[in-house]
């Protein structure tokens, strides 16, 4: 049987390392690519789920504004950018919502609260956790109706120190055989609730639009009208 012979360059480690590369640079290209082609879906499909959820915590009879289009930015609870979706009705905002966190049993557990303008709650959902199936996740509203237990409470009803599970002094049933989620989840809506009442001058404030008249056109500067 005759072998035949691989040219030499071939067992040059120059070649070798180009070949490597060549097949890198590819694949990355490839993913690069499929990552614009599919980057516009999937930014829609999240839109539509926050829609969703934003739908459950600010009921769409209390305004007639879109959520997503114009947001508030504050500064959070940990320091970091928060995001506040308005519900408007004309230049009247009608509610907020906004994420807030706990720590559960397995980690942190994210949810949507929604309020009113005097700070009552219209809804809160979870999000996104990692509790014990069967356990911890009686919080979603698929599993139970714990947490539309909260609808129509605030921070005043009942008092902040109430805000509690009743294992811990406070006024609300943690689930049969788990402690340690619904009192994170306690925590994050009490807190939620604080930050609420600490900014509600300025995410309840009626919106501004910009009404351009002579005058101002003259002056080189927009005039505002509430």
Do not use: C
């Amino acid at each position: 049987m005759t072998t035949v012979a691989q040219p030499s360059y071939r067992k040059r480690i120059g070649y070798q390392a180009g070949l490597l590369g060549g097949f890198t640079l590819i694949a990355a290209a490839l993913l690069v690519m499929g990552d614009i082609a599919t980057r516009d879906t999937i930014a829609l499909r999240k839109a539509e789920d926050l829609k969703a959820s934003l739908a459950e915590v600010i009921p769409p009879s209390i305004h007639d504004n879109d959520l997503l289009a114009d947001p508030l930015t504050l500064e959070g609870p940990d320091g970091a950018p928060l995001i506040v979706y308005r519900a408007r009705e004309g230049l009247q905002v009608t509610g907020v919502a906004y994420r807030i966190a706990g720590v559960g049993y397995a980690g942190t557990i994210e949810l949507l609260l929604g309020l009113d303008t005097s700070g009552t709650v219209l809804g809160a959902r979870v999000l996104s956790h990692a509790e014990t199936p069967g356990l911890g996740d009686k919080m979603e509203v698929s599993k139970s109706d714990w947490i539309l237990g909260f609808d129509g409470l605030s921070l005043g009803n009942p008092p902040a120190e109430r805000w509690m599970v009743k294992k811990d002094g406070g006024d609300f049933d943690q689930f049969t055989g788990a402690t340690i989620t619904p009192r994170g989840i306690l925590g994050a809506l009490r807190g939620g609730l604080e930050f609420f009442a600490e900014h509600r001058d300025t995410l309840t404030a009626s919106a501004v639009v910009q009404v351009d008249t002579p005058d101002a056109a003259r002056a080189g500067a927009p005039a505002r009208k509430p």
